[in-house]
């Protein structure tokens, strides 16, 4: 009995803005040679760099509000603060 079902990847435009922004001339120039390198456009380069950098730091704020609500439910239940930091602290270094 074959349960494999077929899947298709379908990729949805989405729109977009035209924005205009002033980068210095060596910056410029940077990202030109590392778009030739990469053997993509410049603008491909530069959307990519802000959608990595922007999902970054999506992730970080992600990750901030999470600690905060834990702590706030930590602190909740657990009245020492030295072993809400200890149990805080164990958390953080299971996200490393």
Known sequence: MNNHKDYTLTIKPRSGEI???KIP???LKQL????QEKDM???ALIRFYIGKNLREE???KFT????????KVLSKHIS???EREKIIKEIQSELI
């Open 25 to 27: 001339s060596d910056t």
């Open 80 to 82: 020492s603060e030295s």
């Open 58 to 60: 999506i992730s970080q």
């Open 41 to 43: 456009s410049l603008e």
């Open 64 to 71: 901030q509000k999470l600690m905060n609500s834990t702590l």
């Open 32 to 35: 030109e040679e590392i778009a």
């Open 19 to 21: 924005v205009s922004i």
